[in-house]
């Protein structure tokens, strides 16, 4: 049996099957210590493992359902058979849906909060007292600059990252003199396959921002978490998106942010195929004038 004191550190890399946790992943294996891969793509996984492997890291793999309630205990068990202990928690699983709130499957948005929200909030709890306890390592949590703003057509994946956004910076100030960091990282568009999987990539909003490589932000990520940085937002266009959310009042940010959301041939996101201003766009006139000119 395994002594607590001989276990070993691990990063513990959450949808490291591929995207920016993959990408983190061969960044974090540079340092050639555990780096323990958590997705449910086994394909991806044994993938993932090998450029770890390949980047001088001791690579372990988990087949997961993050979502499924017992996900922290599993994850927990498995890493102690291994002899290892949570030293860095990477949360970068998620997704998220495109199209008018009202249309899109409810069970499709509520599993975004499921997964963006809900399984790195336990996962991060789950595993924060041990590093307190310790007084090391971290969790570095990947949100995205859609969490500056809200975002009409992508109601709750925008909020959802906001919500990441918002939970680890108060965390980072709840911890600093702790020797645990949190990090919360906030990219543009990235190329990855989430783009063509939310249908963000139909976008004017997602395709303005200029793309960036999955590996520019794991390196920009990583390097931040390492110097006890706050928020990472890798990019100077990510940034300026940042900055023209903290100026521009809602007023005017929603209408332009709904707008660049709708779709470059401006195609109504419910999924109608008709023009927006021939379908949502008419009827939210007429709900706006209501009956009998009155706003209802």
Known sequence: ??????????????????????????????????????????????????????GGGEAFTLELDLVAGDAPTRLEGFLSAHGLVCDVLVNSAGYGLRGAATA??????LGIIDLNIHSLTELTLHFLPGMVARRRGG???????????????????????????????????????????????????????????????????????????????????????????????????????????ALLPSAAMLPLVGRLQRGGNDQCPCGSGMKFKKCCGTRQIQLRRGPRGIIP
């Open 139 to 245: 969790v570095l949590n990947l949100s995205s600059v859609a969490g500056f703003v809200p975002g009409p057509y992508m109601a709750l994946y925008f909020a959802s990252k906001g919500f990441v956004r918002f939970f680890s910076e108060a965390l980072h100030q709840e911890l600093r003199r702790t020797g645990v960091t949190v990090t919360c990282v906030a990219p543009g568009p990235v190329s990855t396959e989430f783009l063509a999987r939310s249908g963000a990539n139909q976008t004017v909003l997602f395709n303005i921002l200029p793309k960036v490589d999955p590996e520019y932000v794991a390196e920009r990520a990583w390097r931040g978490f390492k110097s006890g940085r706050r928020l990472v937002v890798p990019g100077i266009s990510a940034k300026l998106a940042a900055l023209a959310a």
């Open 104 to 109: 899109l499957p409810i069970d499709g948005q």
């Open 1 to 54: 049996m395994i002594s607590h004191c001989e276990f070993r550190p691990a990063v513990v890399v959450i949808g490291g099957s591929g995207g920016i946790g993959r990408a983190i992943a061969s960044v974090a294996a540079r340092e050639r210590g555990a780096v323990v891969l958590v997705a449910r793509s086994p394909e991806g996984l044994a993938a993932a493992a090998s450029e770890v492997r390949e």
